[in-house]
């Protein structure tokens, strides 16, 4: 385990069984219909690379940035699209990946976003979910796990800009940010 770490929230063998579940729920929901799948850069890298070969349909990918965090560990509220998405959303089925749902403002602006753009729908598949740190309503169509508010890292998921290349999930020791 990482020297930073306090302790590991999900383990590899954990987040495999979590992503072929949610792989198996989005095929049986998408099939049949023409769906781009969107990552949020940067922490959704490694679930979306392992969610959509797990994914046994035809779809087209794409990435979006959105920022509201800083270097700290609180969203600022304020959210803008750094990089919009290079495939028209219009008439489209969009399902975004987002590595966690915290506060809830980049989903909400990033959904609200790709409506206004004329998306047929938008979905969003989440790894984690914080709802207890919820500052807008939003609840994700599909989640991996529900965590308790604490800051985690691993798997995509970073502390400025550190540790997405853990093969787990840990709890970040709070010395590091504190
Ligand atoms: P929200 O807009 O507050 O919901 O923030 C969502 C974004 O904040 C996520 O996409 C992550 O990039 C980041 N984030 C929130 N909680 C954590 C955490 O515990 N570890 C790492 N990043 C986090
Ligand atoms: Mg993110």
Same mark, same amino acid.
């Given at each position: 385990?990482?020297?930073?770490?306090?302790?590991?929230?999900?383990?590899?063998? =954990? +987040?495999?069984?979590?992503?072929?579940?949610?792989?198996?729920?989005?095929?049986?929901?998408?099939?049949?219909?023409?769906?781009i799948l969107v990552?949020?850069? =940067?922490?959704?890298?490694?679930?979306? $690379?392992?969610?959509?070969? =797990?994914?046994? +349909?035809?779809f087209r990918i794409?990435?979006?940035v959105a920022s509201s965090y800083g270097g700290g560990t609180e969203s600022s509220g304020k959210?803008?699209?750094?990089?919009?998405?290079?495939?028209?959303?219009?008439?489209?089925?969009?399902?975004i990946v987002e590595d966690i749902v915290d506060s809830g403002n980049t989903l909400n602006f990033v959904v609200n976003h790709l409506v206004s753009e004329g998306a047929r729908s938008v979905e969003v598949v989440t790894l984690c979910d914080k709802p207890d740190r919820r500052k807008v309503p939003f609840t994700p169509e599909?989640?991996? $796990?529900?965590?308790?508010d604490e800051f985690i890292v691993g798997y995509g998921l970073d502390y400025d800009e550190k540790y997405r290349n853990l093969p787990y999930i840990g709890v970040l020791k709070r010395s590091v940010y504190e």
């Open positions: 385990m990482h020297k930073d770490v306090e302790r590991i929230l999900i383990s590899q063998e =954990k +987040l495999e069984k979590i992503v072929n579940s949610l792989a198996k729920q989005i095929e049986k929901d998408y099939n049949g219909r023409e769906f990552g949020l850069l =940067k922490g959704s890298i490694v679930f979306m $690379a392992e969610l959509m070969t =797990k994914i046994n +349909l035809d794409d990435f979006m959210v803008k699209i750094v990089k919009d998405l290079s495939i028209s959303p219009k008439d489209r089925d969009i399902l599909y989640c991996g $796990a529900v965590i308790p």
